[in-house]
């Protein structure tokens, strides 16, 4: 506004200081200076009004609004259970640590150290151990979509199931828990539980995921199950109801294009060897 009064003088004096044929155009520009600055003194009156008076010192980006600090972060177990490495496996080879409803092939590729287990289309993994879950325990692995674009695939599946046996793909049936990672549809993801009649869906971006690694970890205390893509915290219930047999599985997407396939490896499953892990 200031400079709307300043360039509101230098106009009167331009006005009087020059020759009357150019009189007329500085007129109409001292008009339109005038009517600008009349808004101007408006919209700054109307505004204090708003405020009683007070006028805001927009100098500052401070906000009054609460803010809220988030603390989502993963606590993994200290105390090592069972691990899967696929590094001492002849490329080619399916994982004997594993049983599956179809195959798969331990693989080298670029960009990630290590070897890793290329799921085959619509295919269930398990362990061929039993593992007797403590009440507190973590669950780790990672994932590799090999893939021009992540809806090259549909939904992979990971969860619980109430026994071992393994004679079919698993997916929304035949658990007590799962997450489905939707991957045809770029950002979407399920957590449901069937023993508490749960089903919760949200978005979480996959697109970014096409030859990137993600990072799945599960935490869990009792019933409650925290789980987390990378460090974001996707679901936090209690899915497990009193089920004391439980076993990990996961499955590969039904159908994939373009040659798109996923690559699971890294798994270890932790436990906490005191109360410093109970979540809170």
Do not use: C
């Not at 460090?231 to 996961?250: N, P, V, Y």
Request: proline share 2%.
């Amino acid at each position: 506004m200031k400079f709307l009064y300043q360039l509101l003088i230098f106009g009167v004096v331009m006005l009087v200081s020059v020759p009357s044929t150019q009189a007329q155009i500085f007129k109409k520009l001292k008009n339109k200076i005038e009517k600008e600055a009349e808004k101007a003194v408006d919209k700054q009156l109307n505004k204090n009004s708003k405020n009683n008076g007070i006028i805001e010192d927009n100098s500052s980006n401070n906000s009054n609004r609460i803010q809220i600090e988030k603390s989502n972060a993963f606590m993994p177990g200290d105390s090592l259970v069972y691990t899967t490495n696929f590094n001492h496996l002849p490329t080619g080879s399916m994982s004997k640590q594993w049983k599956t409803t179809g195959s798969g092939s331990i693989v080298k590729i670029s960009r990630f150290p290590g070897k890793w287990l290329n799921m085959s289309e619509r295919t269930s993994y398990k362990l061929k151990r039993t593992i007797n879950y403590p009440d507190r325990f973590t669950v780790e692995f990672d994932l590799i979509v090999a893939a021009e674009k992540v809806d090259d695939l549909s939904s992979l599946y990971f969860g619980f199931s109430k026994d071992n046996s393994l004679s079919r793909w698993i997916s929304s049936n035949n658990n007590i828990w799962y997450t489905e990672l939707q991957y045809m549809n770029d950002n979407d993801f399920v957590v449901s539980s069937r023993v508490r009649d749960l089903y919760r869906s949200g978005n979480f971006d996959l697109a970014i995921y096409a030859n990137q690694k993600m990072h799945v970890a599960i935490a869990v205390d009792g019933d409650r199950v925290q789980v987390y893509l990378d460090d974001t915290k996707i679901a936090d219930s209690e899915l497990f109801r009193g089920q004391k047999f439980k076993h990990f599985f996961i499955s590969s997407p039904l159908q994939s294009d373009n040659g798109a396939s996923v690559l699971f490896g890294n798994f270890r499953i932790n436990t906490y060897s005191n109360s410093f892990g109970i979540l809170n």
